[in-house]
């Protein structure tokens, strides 16, 4: 790389804004977008994904599996968020009423209650 494409690179930093973000999924969705798909090939797998939920035939075994080794690589266990009880505090506080989880969940207000109950059964047990 030559003088001019770093200040070139510096230059395009600086208009485009400085940002600082410590994140390996940040890191890995931008130098994917920036050196091998574009912006919205990505968004268009994203919305995809979102769109068709938790449903999914892995016809290729190995490389369902190689995908679940990327994600607990870049995310370990560990540093996953409890959403069982995130959710459930939200709920308790009466931030997020049961049926909106449950449409957001596509499940019905019943199952999610089971659910919350299991969750705060955990979170009770947990804490003694």
Request: with cysteine; hydrophobic share 40%.
């Given at each position: 790389?030559?003088?001019?494409?770093?200040?070139?690179?510096?230059?395009?930093?600086?208009?485009?804004?400085e940002?600082?973000?410590?994140?390996?999924?940040?890191?890995?969705?931008?130098?994917?977008?920036?050196?091998?798909?574009?912006?919205?090939?990505?968004?268009?797998?994203?919305?995809?994904?979102?769109?068709?939920?938790?449903?999914?035939?892995?016809?290729?075994?190995?490389?369902?599996?190689?995908?679940?080794?990327?994600?607990?690589?870049l995310?370990?266990?560990?540093?996953?968020?409890?959403?069982?009880?995130?959710?459930?505090?939200?709920?308790?506080?009466?931030?997020?009423?049961?049926?909106?989880?449950?449409?957001?969940?596509?499940?019905?207000?019943?199952?999610?209650?089971?659910?919350?109950?299991?969750?705060?059964?955990?979170?009770?047990?947990?804490?003694?």
């Amino acid at each position: 790389m030559g003088k001019n494409s770093l200040r070139d690179n510096n230059r395009l930093r600086v208009r485009s804004g400085e940002v600082e973000h410590n994140n390996l999924f940040v890191s890995f969705f931008y130098e994917l977008m920036r050196d091998h798909l574009t912006p919205g090939a990505v968004e268009k797998l994203v919305r995809s994904v979102l769109d068709g939920g938790k449903d999914v035939t892995y016809t290729n075994g190995w490389l369902a599996s190689y995908s679940i080794d990327i994600v607990e690589r870049l995310w370990p266990a560990s540093e996953q968020p409890n959403f069982a009880k995130l959710i459930t505090a939200l709920s308790d506080q009466g931030c997020i009423p049961v049926p909106a989880i449950a449409d957001v969940m596509g499940t019905s207000v019943e199952r999610v209650e089971r659910i919350l109950s299991v969750a705060r059964l955990f979170a009770q047990a947990g804490a003694e």
